[in-house]
């Protein structure tokens, strides 16, 4: 194994033999990002994992992720940073980016005029990008909202520094401070999992930090209060609650447009939340169309039956034809594998135990053909649910099960997968 060395690069100074520094853009806990320039003489974004701050055990994990974030700035949408090429250097691995000459959304809105109905839509197109493929931004707030020349507004850093569950940030030095201020965007079901392990990661995540940040560019500040070390648990408990600022908000729009936008995506219940960002942009105003057509992905039609598609997780890629496992059976498990369990649909997770490992229960209806999944699974006789819930979109399901259909997202732990047609 090589072992990373730690980088102290500058300005002037070549990485990769390929890209010149010419400015340091940020230095955060996870890692440092860069402008350089090509030798194909263009200026572009070079973000640098800082993995000479862990110990060589904990590599593989953070490689896989940072793999992962490289691999979301690949979705064909022009409303996400796109990733040009993956490297290391010394041992770090790094990710050539598209570089977003005008910065961030917060710096921007602070120096130009800003149409916050126009940056919505293209933040929302973002989401609708990553959310159809499985993904969760997690770290939704000003800082991750790049802006190009053209004025677009594209989401960034989809990768380790978005992981709310603190199991990747931890394994760096210090606290960063990046975690006390994503504090102010995350949702209370993330603070606070409702079944006490930790919660499931779905759209309505970035629905509800979607919501803190508008309210936030609008009215000039944070809807929960003063955020501080002293304010936090303050500031959290009023997230909880559903106590915010509304009279600023009306006072800030007049026009009484954002009001039941920030309502329903600020709702302490991811349950009655607003579900989709298809809802929000229904009720925007119709703006600046889309910058170019986005490529769809294809949920092929069911012929020969229905297939699971590992979207997020250490199986990313991995395809499951659970009409083939079947075997004769109705019904398929599904879970974490150890030396005593073995589901029919196994689900890798080394590194943590937020996937049961008796998950949830996959179940087809001889006469229509139609799947459902179910929460938990029948063992001696009697029925146990998941340790931290099946979700199939943003809805839960129970043990009496939902229908899934292709291009439905499903949920369980960190990782996603998407339903597809073969």
Excluded at 46 to 58: A, D, F, H, N, R
Excluded at 250 to 260: H, R
Excluded at 355 to 368: A, D, N, Q, Y
Aim: proline share 5%.
């Amino acid at each position: 194994m090589v072992v990373a060395q730690r980088c102290d690069f500058g300005v002037g100074d070549v990485i990769a033999s390929k890209f010149k520094i010419t400015k340091v853009l940020g230095n955060g806990a996870f890692g440092i990002v860069y402008k350089v320039v090509g030798q194909d003489s263009k200026v572009y974004a070079i973000k640098l994992l800082k993995l000479w701050e862990v110990s060589p055990e904990q590599y593989g994990n953070l490689k896989a992720r940072f793999v992962m974030e490289y691999n979301t700035g690949m979705i064909s949408s022009p409303y996400l940073v796109h990733s040009f090429s993956y490297g290391e250097a010394k041992g770090n691995p790094f990710i050539q980016m598209e570089f977003c000459e005008s910065g961030d959304l917060r710096g921007y809105s602070r120096t130009h005029k800003v149409d916050y109905a126009d940056v919505a839509r293209d933040i929302l197109r973002g989401l609708e990008a990553l959310h159809s493929r499985g993904k969760v931004h997690r770290d939704l707030k000003p800082e991750n909202v790049l802006i190009r020349k053209d004025g677009t507004a594209v989401l960034t850093d989809f990768g380790i520094s978005g992981d709310q569950n603190k199991r990747m940030t931890e394994r760096f030095i210090g606290k960063p401070q990046q975690i006390f201020g994503t504090r102010a965007y995350m949702p209370p079901e993330q603070v606070n999992p409702p079944r006490g392990g930790q919660a499931t990661v779905l759209p309505t995540t970035d629905i509800f930090s979607f919501g803190v940040m508008m309210y936030e560019l609008i009215v000039g500040k944070l809807p929960f209060g003063e955020l501080s070390e002293e304010t936090l648990i303050k500031y959290l408990q009023n997230g909880k609650d559903g106590h915010w600022d509304r009279d600023a908000l009306m006072n800030a729009d007049p026009s009484g447009l954002w009001n039941p936008i920030i309502e329903g995506s600020l709702r302490p219940d991811f349950h009655h939340r607003i579900q989709t960002v298809s809802e929000i942009l229904s009720m925007l105003p119709v703006g600046r169309q889309p910058r170019e057509e986005q490529k769809a992905d294809s949920f092929l039609p069911v012929v020969n039956g229905t297939l699971l598609r590992i979207m997020q997780g250490e199986d990313y890629g991995k395809v499951y034809y659970l009409d083939n496992l079947l075997g004769g059976r109705l019904t398929l498990t599904m879970g974490r594998d150890d030396e005593w369990t073995h589901n029919q649909v196994p689900i890798t997770e080394e590194t943590s135990k937020y996937i049961s490992r008796h998950h949830c229960t996959l179940e087809k209806e001889p006469l229509t053909g139609q799947w459902f999944i179910r929460d938990g699974q029948l063992l001696g006789g009697r029925w146990r649910d998941s340790l931290n819930g099946t979700y199939v979109n943003s809805r839960e399901a129970d043990k009496f099960g939902i229908a899934f259909n292709p291009g439905d997202i499903i949920s369980i732990g960190d990782v996603k997968m998407r339903v597809e047609g073969y």
